[in-house]
């Protein structure tokens, strides 16, 4: 082994391990030999610095691959039988430029992998403000307030995957081969072109379907929704409930429209309290009749007018505490 390989070797082992003494005694007893030295040391740790994260160069097995590169070297860049001291002295030259090729290239390398990464951007919206992203497929997301949707700046490979995190959030998604996948915890909803609502409440997690059809997977399970079908998942006890949707009216925060029909008073007052924010109980008995109508854009007031003409009921208001009491 050449004198040069057995310095190459050493600083490079040095640059792994700045804490080792020995290796930096040797080192610098070795950079006061020339000011040559100094210099191709200072090039070498600025290199090696910026590839401080290149992962592909702890496989290197260095002294064959800058043994291998100065062989692939002009044989007459190094002239041995004329003046062996310069020939040493090119050698010397050759073994550095090829330590520095090494380290350069690595470098490229780790930055066109981590410029071809594929970052996730987070969305996160608080108690009072809504948003919308759209993606690199044209789909959108409509997140409502309080929610939190984790999605990659663009699409690669065969699926187009997001995170939902929490909250409540409307999918419209363009249709394109690859399929469109959501994860929410340890389940996922993938489709190919549809538009859906994910509700996260604590250890429930709400789907219901607006247009298409989505799969919705957990670990032991599958489970096939179409255009006006919902679901309800228990991530505790593993458990699914379908129903029918068209009276949850899911997306009735992002298209500011509750639709009703046939529903009992009781589901009325519930799509009620998420809509607007408040609370309401009933007093006495609660009446049976059926109730078919569509609030678009209707302030709070304006629908517990309609109630109390629709039904013999009195209708008071503190706030956001309703009572509703039979007549």
């Known amino acids: 082994m050449s004198k040069d390989s057995i310095q190459w070797e050493l600083l490079v082992k040095h640059f792994n391990d700045p804490q080792d003494t020995s290796l930096a005694q040797k080192v610098a007893a070795w950079r006061t030999e020339s000011p040559d030295n100094q210099k191709t040391y200072e090039e070498l740790s600025r290199l090696w610095n910026f590839s401080g994260e290149i992962s592909i160069l702890d496989n290197f097995d260095l002294k064959n691959e800058v043994n291998s590169l100065v062989g692939k070297l002009p044989a007459t860049d190094i002239i041995e039988e004329e003046e062996p001291p310069v020939s040493g002295r090119n050698n010397r030259k050759w073994m550095w430029a090829a330590a520095i090729l090494l380290i350069t290239g690595a470098a490229m390398a780790w930055w066109t992998l981590e410029m071809n990464k594929v970052k996730y951007l987070d969305r996160l919206t608080d ?19 309080s929610s939190h949707v984790r999605y990659p700046d663009r699409w690669t490979g065969q699926t187009r995957t997001v995170f939902m995190e929490q909250g409540n959030a409307f999918f419209d998604i363009a249709s394109d081969p690859a399929p469109f996948i959501v994860k929410v915890g340890t389940s996922s909803i993938t489709v190919l072109g549809t538009s859906f609502n994910i509700r996260l409440q604590g250890n429930t997690l709400n789907l219901s379907v607006k ?8 670990p032991n399970q599958e489970t096939i929704l179409n255009a006006g079908m919902g679901m309800s998942y228990n991530t505790t006890t593993d458990s699914i409930s379908t ?38 109980r009933f007093k006495g008995d609660v009446p049976l009749r059926k109730l078919n109508a569509t609030f678009k854009n209707n302030r709070l007031e304006e629908v517990l007018e309609i109630l109390e003409a629709a039904y013999p009921v009195k209708v008071t208001q503190q706030g956001n505490d309703i009572i509703i009491k039979s007549k």
């Open 243 to 280: 129903f029918d949707a068209v009276n949850t009216n899911e997306d009735a925060w992002i298209t500011r429209e509750l639709v009703f029909v046939d529903a009992s008073l009781t589901e009325v007052c519930k799509k009620m309290e998420i809509f607007y924010n408040v609370k309401i």
């Open 211 to 218: 247009t298409g059809k989505v799969r919705f997977d957990t």
């Open 127 to 145: 108690a009072t403000t809504a948003d919308t992203i759209l993606l690199s497929d044209s789909s959108h997301i409509y997140m409502d307030h």
